[in-house]
């Protein structure tokens, strides 16, 4: 890269889980000992600081490899929202900049990418009783009103989509402007003053499987069974986003006697092959199509041919 620093270069590396996101960013902030790196996470399930294995996060002796940001920074107890994320990515970018090194941007979740990229929508605050009316309907019914209020949005949305409806629905009703029009006039994005060398990883699906496979094996054995006894035993609010990690709730009914362990392996290995379906085939279809994709199995011995996709 030329001027680096000076072109707001960001590096993102994106993709599904266990495409090999973390050992590339490693690898590529290691190529160059001459050249600062910061591994920033744009991964909304390692974000929180209670399911370090479970999530995946960058273990000890990577963490130690290079500089890495916003990892476990949050406690689990509430959620973390999408704009908050983007707020800190924002400044670790800054701070990245500020010290001379190159940001790259790693993570599997495509809505918060998206939205640090090309901002949010400026839609105010929900009218509260508003909000409580719409998610107290059956969904068929939200349907039917949005198609009545709103009938273009309605159209573009699947008719058994509880939280897109609602949303849609709350937002025309509170704002009496429909959402789709909000969303055109996003702000707070960054993909106009940096210069952003996306890297997408799309890699074989059957390989991209087996290594969820083995990696969901690799977690039990490593503490994540320990994880979740602590997250039992702190007993979270029921809205916790901890609850909904890949993988707890196989691992607590195999803690609580309601099945064996190998049972509970089948059903995560087929919760985080599921997970990783849909971001393969969100970052598949909604990625800009102008952003390098690799689509064969990652090689760390061939650091170089990913170094020169950056440029």
């Excluded at 090194?101 to 495509?110: E, K």
């Excluded at 839609?123 to 009103?145: G, H």
């Excluded at 919760?271 to 760390?300: C, G, H, M």
Aim: charged share 25%; with cysteine.
């Amino acid at each position: 890269m030329t001027n680096p620093i000076s072109n707001k270069t960001v590096a993102l590396i994106a993709g599904p889980t266990a495409s090999g996101k973390t050992g590339l960013a490693i690898a590529l902030a290691k190529h160059n000992p001459d050249q600062k790196y910061s591994i920033i996470n744009a991964d909304s399930a390692q974000i929180y600081n209670h399911l370090p294995i479970l999530s995946a996060q960058p273990d000890a002796d990577e963490l130690a490899q290079a500089e890495h940001r916003l990892f476990g920074y949050k406690d689990g107890s509430t959620t973390c929202s999408t704009v908050s994320w983007a707020n800190d990515a924002k400044l670790e970018i800054d701070r990245a900049h500020g010290e001379n090194a190159i940001p790259i941007l790693v993570g599997g979740t495509g809505l918060y990418i998206r939205t640090l990229l090309d901002g949010i929508a400026p839609i105010p605050d929900i009218d509260p009783e508003i909000r409580q009316s719409v998610r107290n309907m059956e969904t068929c019914a939200a349907y039917e009103k949005l198609a009545a209020l709103d009938p273009p949005m309605a159209k573009t949305l699947n008719p058994n989509d509880t939280t897109r409806i609602a949303r849609a629905l709350e937002v025309i009703m509170s704002t009496k402007i429909s959402i789709a029009l909000w969303r055109q006039k996003k702000e707070g994005g960054i993909s106009t003053i940096i210069n952003l060398k996306p890297l997408l990883l799309l890699p074989p699906r059957d390989w991209l499987y087996e290594k969820c496979d083995r990696r969901f094996v690799q977690m039990l054995e490593s503490g994540a069974i320990e994880e979740v006894e602590e997250l039992l035993k702190r007993n979270p609010p029921a809205d916790s986003p901890l609850w909904r990690a890949i993988g707890v709730k196989e691992i607590s009914a195999y803690i609580n006697g309601d099945i064996d362990r190998r049972t509970a392996i089948e059903l995560g290995q087929i919760a985080t092959r599921q997970y990783a379906k849909r971001q393969y085939s969100w970052f598949r279809n909604q990625a800009p199509f102008v952003w390098k994709r690799v689509e064969d199995k990652i090689n760390y011995k061939n650091i170089n041919d990913f170094v020169t996709l950056f440029h």
